[in-house]
């Protein structure tokens, strides 16, 4: 059974066009979050939900949305992409430890959204 | 704000020699710091973490690293390589607000 599972693993897109990536965690975990890897591997949060509640939105274009139905399931909608969407994007889960330490993240296996 | 820097964007061994891969912490509290691995096509999987336990901190497939306040270090280590570490690796350091803030990754290449 896949920890952190995410749909699709490949997506190639038009520019303009509006796509969705799905995050699922069967560990029980807390948190989610959201992270995107640019071409040069450096690895940027974008989110994070705490039991469906955002708790992190960094510098992010508001085209990015994401949506906790759930504190198993964090989904990343993206609207009118741009050439520049294109990269890695990351889910990753944790459970948070006492004192708002972290024992580290599960990862998913990553969604490859190209743009063209 | 807390931050890591991992020295080299490339580190070159020949197998079975020692693998060192450098990270340098800046942090204003006590740090738990984190080494990641990422293998091609692939997610990121957690070698090891300081949490303030022991400053020597052993983790997967034979690596290890050690935390030293003095030089604000977290480099990782393992005696031998192997063909399969070939991979990017990641410092990682946690800012105390659910976030973890990633080094700008170093890859490890071995020839046999």
């Known amino acids: 059974d896949t920890a952190v599972s995410q749909t699709p693993k490949y997506l190639v897109t038009q520019m303009g066009n509006d796509k969705s990536i799905k995050c699922e965690q069967n560990l029980g975990h807390d948190t989610m979050y959201w992270y995107k890897q640019d071409s040069k591997k450096f690895l940027k949060i974008m989110f994070s939900y705490n039991n469906k509640e955002l708790i992190i939105n960094e510098t992010v274009p508001n085209r990015f949305s994401p949506k906790s139905p759930d504190k198993a399931h964090l989904n990343l909608h993206i609207n009118s992409l741009e050439l520049g969407d294109s990269a890695v994007y990351f889910c990753?889960?944790?459970?948070?430890?006492?004192?708002?330490?972290?024992?580290?993240?599960?990862f998913g296996s990553g969604t490859r959204l190209t743009v063209v | 704000a807390q931050s890591v820097t991992q020295l080299g964007s490339h580190v070159s061994v020949s197998e079975g020699a020692l693998v060192l891969l450098r990270c340098n912490y800046s942090?204003?509290?006590?740090?738990?710091l984190f080494w990641y691995v990422q293998y091609p096509n692939q997610g990121l999987q957690l070698l090891l973490k300081y949490t303030s336990a022991a400053t020597l901190v052993k983790g997967i497939n034979g690596f290890e690293a050690e935390f030293k306040k003095s030089e604000t270090s977290f480099h990782l280590t393992k005696p031998s390589a192997h063909m399969s570490d070939a991979a990017e690796y990641f410092c990682?350091?946690?800012?105390?607000?659910?976030?973890?803030?990633f080094g700008t990754g170093t890859r490890l290449l071995v020839s046999p």
């Open positions: 942090s204003s509290v006590p740090p738990y």
């Open positions: 990682a350091v946690n800012t105390g607000f659910q976030k973890l803030v």
């Open positions: 990753a889960s944790s459970q948070e430890g006492a004192g708002s330490t972290n024992y580290g993240y599960t």
